[in-house]
Each structure stands twice: as structure tokens, then as C-alpha cells.
């Protein structure tokens, strides 16, 4: 599988940018408009609708519909993986269906003197070209994670 990844820091307070990830209003709000991006539904781990924070076993269903052209593309993704330490926190989700053959997303963040690391990290397998499709996906991938963190830091500092 190839790899993405970018990071940014953000002046903010370690708790609060973790908080607002943790939610699908962060989901919908770091995603740039031109994905046409719809959460058509969450279920938590214990089957309850819509809850409170992606905990791992949430499974959430999206559409996307990018520019607005072509059908709109299903995505089921679920969180595999949810860890808080001393400063740190991460959580994964896996694409179980969706456009991409293979896709993992690690969300990691990090405390620094007031201020929070975020990381994204991207895994995945582009659509029939596989490693060589790679930088393809990045090509759409730079400008839709820069406005992730350009948003995040423009909602939290």
C-alpha cells in the first residue's frame, strides 16, 4: 500500500483539538465543500445511532460526490483503533466499502506547550493502478488534508 501523510501544529489547547476530532461535527467541517460530503448515518459500537464520540466499532456511512460530478461514491468506514495517553491520542478508521480498494486513516495528535500536533496518515491502494496510481491519489489528497489543517486552525486557534 502507498502512504500519505501530513501534519500541522495548531495553537491550541491538546484537549480541545482531540475533542473536535473525536465527533462527526469535526468530520463535516474539516471536509472541503467541493467533496459534496453528506453523513448519511453513525452507529456506535453498541448499535446506539449518533454517538456523542468516535469510539472504536463506530461505523460511519458517507457519500461523496466530488465537484459534483459522476454518481455519488458510498463509503462505509469504522474505527478500528482508539487510544488517549499523557499528551497523546490517535484513532484509526478503515474503509470497509468504498471507492478505494484499501484505505486505513490514522488520526495522531500531540501535545507541545499549549499548542497540539496533528497528523494525518494515510494507507491505501489507488482504484486499478495500485502503487502506481499513488501519485495520482496524492495529487487529490495535498489539497484536501491542507484544508483540513488549514480549517482546524482557522475553527480552534
Excluded: C
Excluded at 23 to 48: F, H, I, Q, S, Y
Excluded at 59 to 84: D, M
Excluded at 132 to 153: C, D, I, N, Q, W
Aim: net charge negative; hydrophobic share 35%.
Amino acid at each position: 500500500m502507498a502512504t500519505y501523510q501530513r501534519e500541522v501544529w495548531v495553537d491550541a489547547p491538546f484537549d480541545d483539538v482531540w475533542n473536535f476530532y473525536s465527533t462527526t461535527d469535526g468530520l463535516e467541517a474539516l471536509t472541503p465543500e467541493w467533496m459534496n460530503l453528506r453523513v448519511e448515518g453513525v452507529k456506535g459500537p453498541d448499535g446506539d445511532p449518533n454517538p456523542d464520540v468516535l469510539e472504536t466499532g463506530t461505523q460511519i456511512r458517507l457519500s461523496l460526490q466530488p465537484f459534483g460530478v459522476g454518481p455519488r461514491q458510498r463509503w462505509i468506514s469504522t474505527i478500528v483503533r482508539r487510544e488517549e495517553g499523557d499528551g497523546s491520542a490517535m484513532f484509526e478508521d478503515e474503509m470497509s466499502n468504498g471507492p478505494f480498494p484499501e484505505w486505513t486513516h490514522i488520526h495522531q495528535f500531540y501535545a507541545g506547550d499549549g499548542r497540539t500536533l496533528v497528523r494525518d496518515k494515510v494507507k491505501y491502494r489507488f482504484p486499478a493502478l495500485g502503487e502506481t496510481g499513488s501519485p495520482l491519489a496524492k495529487v487529490g489528497f495535498e489539497p484536501m488534508f491542507r484544508y483540513r489543517h488549514e480549517k482546524t486552525k482557522k475553527l480552534l486557534e
